[in-house]
């Protein structure tokens, strides 16, 4: 059975950083993907990247774009969401969620996995604020 924990979030300043983890267990399959996601009070689930385990590509969304950065400890099964500079906007409560990608072998723009139903395993999330 697929599990993913997320922890790291809290208060933050804005200008400051931050850095969640997702643990991630059970696959089985070496083909996999693991996507962060955000949901802010009144708006919809937004997905902001996500890392291949295939080839450690990444794809992001243009709003985090050079702020956010996803990497992936296979010797700890822990994807991380390094966040700088970030602003009141960023306040949400973060996700991470899991997906087999076979046969897709590398993340491209045609297929980036940032869709929250392409997903099938999720964490509980952790909030993020920011205070400005």
């Known amino acids: 059975e697929v599990q993913l924990v997320e922890s790291g979030g809290g208060l933050v300043q804005a200008g400051g950083s931050l850095r969640l983890s997702c643990v991630a267990s059970?696959?089985?399959?070496?083909?996999?993907?693991i996507g962060w996601f955000r949901q802010a009070p009144g708006k919809e689930r937004e997905g902001l990247g996500c890392i291949n385990s295939n080839d450690d590509s990444t794809f992001y969304t243009d709003s985090v774009k050079g702020r956010f950065t996803i990497s992936h400890d296979y010797t700890k099964n822990t994807v991380y969401l390094q966040m700088n500079n970030v602003n009141p906007e960023d306040t949400a409560i973060y996700y991470c969620?899991?997906?087999?990608?076979?046969?897709?072998?590398?993340?491209?723009?045609?297929?980036?996995?940032?869709?929250?139903?392409?997903?099938?395993?999720w964490g509980q999330g952790t909030q993020v604020t920011v205070s400005s």
């Open positions: 969620a899991g997906r087999y990608t076979f046969p897709v072998t590398t993340l491209t723009p045609a297929r980036p996995f940032l869709e929250p139903n392409e997903y099938d395993y």
């Open positions: 059970g696959f089985t399959f070496d083909d996999y993907a």
